[in-house]
Every structure is written in structure tokens, then in C-alpha cells.
């Protein structure tokens, strides 16, 4: 009678272990359930996005002009590359395009660090760069890597001169990628919003004859 007591007791502190783990799993997943949400984000952190989306592409604007101003000392040059790197994502691409003799178009694709280096070293004597203003950012989408993604549509003039003659002008429709992620904030301990430019894509050029009169 003893044995059976201790095995009956045995038992039944085995399933109580089943038991009292169950919920252990279930509450697991209602954290990941938790977590996944959160990612989710509000209407105002889309007009958070927006606005922090033109100022950044308004800082690019302001430092691609420096850059390609040879009137301005190497060393402002020099800090404006710098500081316009430092709003691109990891690894981002610019495509540049041009129109040759022939009246065709040609993109070529650089990464951005080449692309604001060459900037400086461009064969004219003198570079002006015009914007106007951004036309449209679209929605933003959740992509399948919990980032958020849009597109910020800008046009740019450029104007080549040697000497006091233009030898090339264009005006270029220019696609930014936005990528907005979320990046652990070690001095406040929580998980932050920050947002990139991504690649740019040329998607339209065209000649700017009114700027050859």
C-alpha cells in the first residue's frame, strides 16, 4: 500500500508539470504576438516619417550643391560629402544619367560614396544644381523585414559650364528610396525610430534647352 501511494503521488505531480508548463508556451506566444504589434505604426508616426523624410532629402539637396560647388573652400566641400553619407542606408546606390550626342540616355549606377566623390572632381569649371521641391512621398509599406518603405519623387537640374558656356544641361526625375526601421537606443534603453535614404534611381532625363539661351 505504501508503493502504490508513492507512485500514485509520482504521477500526479507528473501532470501537474504538464500542466503548469501548457500555459508557459501559450504566454510565450502571446509576447511575439505583443512584440509583432508594436511594430505596427500610427498615423501620427507616418506624418513623423514625412516630415523627417523631407528634411533629409532637403539636407541632401543643400550638400550635393556644396559639393558640387567649386567655389567653395575644399574644406566645407569636404564636410558636406560627410555629412550627406551619413544619411544613406548601408550599401545604397545612385544611378546618374546623362544624354550623349546622340540624344540617348545612359544611367549608370555607382555607390554613394563614388557618386559624391566624383561630384567633386566633375570636368567643368563650373557646376550649378538646382531642386524643386519634393513632388510626392508615397505611403508607407511594411516590408517582410518589419522596415518601413516609400519613395520620395525630387527633380534636379544640373548645368555643366567651361569657362562662361554651358556644355550640358538636364533636368532629371529622381526616385529616393526611404527605409525606416526601428535601432535600439542604448542611452534611453528602447528601440527608436530612425530613418535612411536608400537607393536613387534616374527614372526620367531630359535635355533643359530653356537653360542654353
Given amino acids: 500500500m505504501k508503493h502504490f501511494l508513492i507512485i500514485l503521488l509520482f504521477l500526479v505531480g507528473a501532470a501537474s508539470n504538464v500542466f503548469t508548463q501548457a500555459p508557459s508556451k501559450i504566454a510565450r506566444s502571446s509576447k511575439t504576438a505583443r512584440i509583432i504589434d508594436e511594430i505596427n505604426i500610427s498615423e501620427a ?6 516630415t523627417v523624410t523631407e528634411k533629409k532629402v532637403a539636407e541632401l539637396q543643400q550638400h550635393i550643391i556644396i559639393i558640387s560647388d567649386k567655389d567653395q573652400p575644399p574644406e566645407k566641400r569636404n564636410l558636406a560629402e560627410l555629412e550627406a553619407m551619413k544619411l544613406f542606408y548601408k550599401g545604397a546606390m545612385m544611378e546618374v544619367s546623362y544624354i550623349d550626342d546622340k540624344g540617348e540616355t545612359t544611367i549608370k549606377s555607382r555607390s554613394i560614396e563614388n557618386y559624391l566623390y566624383r561630384l567633386k ?7 550649378i544644381i538646382k531642386y524643386y521641391d ?9 516590408g517582410p523585414d518589419n ?67
Fill in 45 to 50: 508616426d507616418v506624418e513623423m516619417f514625412k
Fill in 121 to 127: 572632381t566633375l570636368p567643368f569649371t563650373r557646376v
Fill in 134 to 142: 519634393i513632388a510626392y512621398v508615397t505611403e508607407f509599406i511594411k
Fill in 147 to 213: 522596415k518601413f518603405y516609400a519613395v520620395a519623387t525630387i527633380f534636379q537640374e544640373f548645368t555643366g559650364f567651361m569657362g562662361d558656356n554651358i556644355t550640358y544641361t538636364d533636368i532629371t526625375q529622381k526616385e529616393i528610396e526611404i527605409v525606416v526601421e526601428q535601432e535600439e537606443d542604448k542611452f534611453y534603453n528602447e528601440k527608436r525610430w530612425k530613418i535612411y535614404l536608400g537607393n536613387i534611381k534616374a527614372t526620367e532625363t531630359r535635355e533643359h534647352l530653356a537653360s542654353l539661351y
